[in-house]
């Protein structure tokens, strides 16, 4: 604790390194509580959106039956759930203070996510060029564009952090003070994922059976 | 320390405060700024009772009132209320549990700020246009429907001080799970902790629902969405759900830190440790579950049906239990006490009745029958105003008179205390407790002026007086907090010689890294523990060591500076807009602008390396004389 840039090798690296110092404690705790009210959040987000669903001005709009494919869906989904496995994998070679592997695993994350975000932005471009579905059509359009294009955001600023973080300890290696800031970006991507699942089922498998 | 303080500029001591990361200076910026605000709020809730004072008066416009009413509200809950406590929070939790302080002393000061600027914003709406006038509660077909941008900075406003509410919960959360001194154990912490501990889970939990509330507002406002446009298919009663998920829980985040301030100073000043510790604090979590199961009863005049309104109705009834549990152990840890009637005292003897009354009329509401027949009648604002004033309000003034030694080192005067208290009581039932009765007349809440001769004219008239007499009351406080000041006699660790907890055992007000060495805490009261064992210090846990502080920072300001500039930008786009591009072209650029600082700051705080710095053990020990006297 007394020295944060403390050179370890994989036989001194703490077993939990993210929690070993009271600084990474209180981060660990803080960051989980804080995934507390975001859970939240996105709860507020999809109550909403359950209540405006095909909620339209007039019967030329369309519905989420009409728009919504299940192909592209499940390419995003498999991309978003292979990344956060491949985020797993990086915690797992951060607590074997295996840095490149770590580093290499993280790069793999960015790459899937960021691949999610482009089938995102197709499928937004896609809703609204060809079915004429915007954020101000109707009740049902800002309800739609807002919950997933907060999941959307969510994506940006998790990629935005990991990224700035590989970028910031590029050369430095692993120690105790920035352990814990891999460790909570990641919880943070996990986070993410989670709603998506949620996404998929409630917006997109409940949308296609109407 | 303050001696210190004196010497250096004004610019340095500004300085100081501008980039502190210290809790218990932030807990001066929240006193000074929640003071002001509360001074607003306050200003505004006298133009309301001049305005209606007598039938048909003229004093204010129709218009004028509404957003005279609204900010009232808005301020006092948001802008007053909330940062008050957090004054408090931030000025003794952490040396009740025992911890050098907060678990993340950063976001501290990030969260003063936010709240800081988005109050501000709030308040220019004043100077720019017209304030918000769709009451504090701002249902959304009236506030999608109210012209000019009083809305929009209401919505911006409270957005931003949101943000650092949630980020000042987390932060208390951690806090006391993971920075409490050894032997501090759950069951040992003062009444106050645990009470910030459960307002802050609340917080963590009722603030995400307030801000997509006001997320789906400013997009049907400024980005043209439809949430609450019925004919493209929106929903206001989405808006009222979402402001109810928080806004009840927000009174109790309100009135459970009161709770825990009462609690201190009655088992303080009674000389006895509190009755039924445990059953207060199981009290006080069932009041924290019970508290967001309950937001319905607010709407139960909005058609929710008769099942909805039994289910809310009884759930609401049940939290009179608790209450009731914690009303009990407060009069029985008095009982048989050796009671000293001191100003704080006073305030919490005086609470006890109070309280009583506005949940009485609070198991009233709760019946969902008869609160067709009272639903936004003056018996709403009697209620509130009686939980409210009788609740919180006196807990801060309690916690002002009783703190302010440890947060300032100087004692307020008591006589003043007492003149303060005596006007302040007299003035506050003077001013609600006719209200029930206007209520129960018909005087619905919110109206401009009524007409003469329907029999509401008396008391109307005896509620002004009564808020004049508040007023009075708190200009004598003010008065107080100058002479105080300007004396400035020091006083010594514990000024009300029956401290009982771990704040009253170091120097008032503590060194910046409050206890040279962790106490070991051997049960509930733990200074009470060791003076009656003789001892007048706690005995420490650890040898004298190097201290780990945390560096002080100015990007909090600039981060929270960032989205304030960022918010006149979002709002005048609306006028960009209209005006097919031709006007307001700054305003995308400026909201970029903000938008860009906001994140940048952020950036800059992720890449650099802060490791703090450590005060050494020699330094420590230099130290030693210039300490508390005794």
């Given at each position: 604790m007394d020295d944060m840039n403390q050179k370890f090798t994989s036989r001194t690296w703490p077993e939990s390194p993210e929690k070993t110092t009271l600084e990474g404690k209180n981060k660990f705790l803080g960051f989980w509580l804080f995934l507390g009210g975001e859970t939240v959040l996105f709860a507020s987000l999809f109550a909403t959106y359950l209540a405006l669903k095909d909620s339209v001005p007039s019967s030329d709009h369309y519905l989420a039956a009409d728009m919504f494919a299940l192909p592209l869906v499940f390419i995003m989904t498999m991309l978003l759930l292979t990344s956060s496995l491949t985020s797993v994998y990086a915690m797992y070679h951060m607590k074997n203070h295996n840095y490149q592997k770590m580093q290499t695993w993280l790069l793999l994350t960015v790459l899937l996510g960021a691949a999610f975000l482009g089938f995102e932005i197709y499928e937004f471009y896609h809703y609204v060029h060809d079915y004429n579905h915007t954020f101000t059509s109707s009740a049902f359009g800002s309800a739609f564009y807002t919950l997933v294009g907060f999941h959307g955001a969510h994506v940006v600023v998790g990629l935005g952090w990991f990224i700035l973080l590989l970028v910031r300890n590029a050369k430095r290696g692993l120690n105790l003070y920035n352990a814990p800031k891999f460790f909570v970006a990641s919880l943070y991507w996990h986070f993410i994922d989670v709603v998506w699942v949620f996404i998929f089922t409630v917006v997109y498998l409940m949308g296609m059976v109407g | 320390m303050s001696t210190v303080a004196q010497k250096r500029g004004f610019l340095a001591v500004l300085w100081d405060y501008l980039t502190t990361v210290d809790h218990k200076k932030i807990a001066i910026l929240y006193l000074i700024s929640g003071g002001f605000f509360f001074l607003v709020g306050g200003l505004e809730a006298m133009f309301i009772r001049i305005q209606l004072a007598?039938?048909?008066?003229?004093?204010?416009?129709a218009g004028l009132y509404n957003e005279l009413l609204t900010m009232h509200g808005t301020t006092m809950i948001f802008l007053a209320a909330m940062p008050l406590l957090f004054a408090f929070m931030n000025a003794v939790v952490p040396l009740q549990i025992g911890a050098r302080d907060v678990a993340f002393p950063f976001l501290n000061s990030l969260g003063f700020w936010l709240f800081f600027f988005g109050g501000v914003f709030l308040n220019l709406s004043w100077f720019m246009g017209g304030a918000p006038d769709a009451g504090w509660t701002s249902y959304a077909s009236l506030s999608i429907a109210s012209p000019g941008h009083g809305i929009d900075f209401y919505v911006l406003g409270l957005q931003i001080s949101g943000a650092g509410t949630l980020i000042a919960g987390i932060n208390f959360l951690v806090t006391i799970i993971n920075m409490r001194?050894?032997?501090?154990?759950y069951m040992r912490m003062p009444l106050f902790t645990w009470s910030t501990f459960v307002a802050s889970a609340l917080i963590l939990f009722a603030f995400p629902p307030l801000t997509v509330g006001l997320f789906l507002m400013l997009f049907d406002r400024m980005f043209g969405a439809n949430f609450f446009n019925v004919s493209m298919g929106g929903n206001t009663i989405i808006w009222e759900h979402l402001f109810w998920i928080f806004g009840h829980p927000e009174v109790y985040i309100l009135i459970l830190p009161a709770f825990g301030i009462f609690s201190d100073i009655i088992s303080t000043f009674s000389k006895k440790r509190l009755f039924g510790y445990a059953a207060m604090v199981f009290a006080t979590v069932l009041i924290g579950f019970l508290?967001?199961?309950?937001?319905a009863h607010h709407m139960?005049?909005?058609?929710?049906g008769p099942t909805a309104n039994a289910i809310f109705a009884v759930a609401t009834m049940a939290i009179a239990v608790p209450t009731g549990v914690k009303i009990f152990n407060w009069l029985l840890t008095m009982w048989g006490g050796s009671i000293r009637f001191t100003t704080p005292m006073l305030y919490a003897v005086a609470f006890i009745p109070s309280f009583v009354a506005g949940g009485v009329t609070g198991v009233m509401l709760a019946s969902a029958a008869a609160d067709y027949q009272y639903h936004d009648s003056y018996f709403v604002v009697a209620h509130f105003h009686y939980v409210i004033i009788g609740g919180v309000v006196l807990g801060l003034l309690a916690g002002t008179h009783f703190y302010w030694p440890k947060m300032f080192g100087t004692m307020l005067n008591e006589t003043l205390g007492k003149v303060t208290f005596w006007l302040f009581l007299i003035g506050f039932h003077g001013t609600f407790f006719v209200q029930h009765f206007l209520g129960l007349m018909g005087m619905p809440r919110r109206i401009w002026k009524y007409l003469p001769g329907q029999g509401l004219d008396l008391f109307n008239m005896i509620s002004t007086i009564g808020a004049f007499f508040m007023a009075i009351a708190v200009l004598v406080l003010l008065y107080n907090i100058v002479i105080t000041q300007v004396k400035n006699v020091r006083v010594g660790n514990d000024p009300w010689g029956d401290g009982r907890t771990l704040e009253w055992a170091i120097p008032s007000p503590p060194p910046y890294y409050n206890f040279k060495q962790l106490p070991l805490v051997r049960g509930l009261d733990p200074l009470w523990i060791e003076k009656m064992e003789g001892r007048t210090e706690m005995t420490p846990a650890e040898p004298l060591g190097d201290i780990h502080m945390p560096n002080n920072s100015f990007i909090p300001f600039v981060m929270s500076l960032g989205l304030f500039i960022a918010a006149f930008g979002a709002m005048y786009q609306i006028d960009w807009r209209e005006s097919g591009g031709e006007e307001f072209v700054w305003s995308l650029p400026v909201l970029i602008i903000g938008m860009l600082i906001t994140l940048g700051s952020m950036a800059v705080r992720s890449l650099k390396d802060d490791h703090g710095y450590h005060i050494h053990k020699e330094e420590l020990m230099d130290d030693t004389d210039k300490g508390g006297k005794e």
């Open positions: - | 007598v039938p048909d008066n003229d004093f204010v416009s001194a050894p032997g501090m154990t508290g967001f199961m309950v937001w139960f005049t909005t058609g929710l």
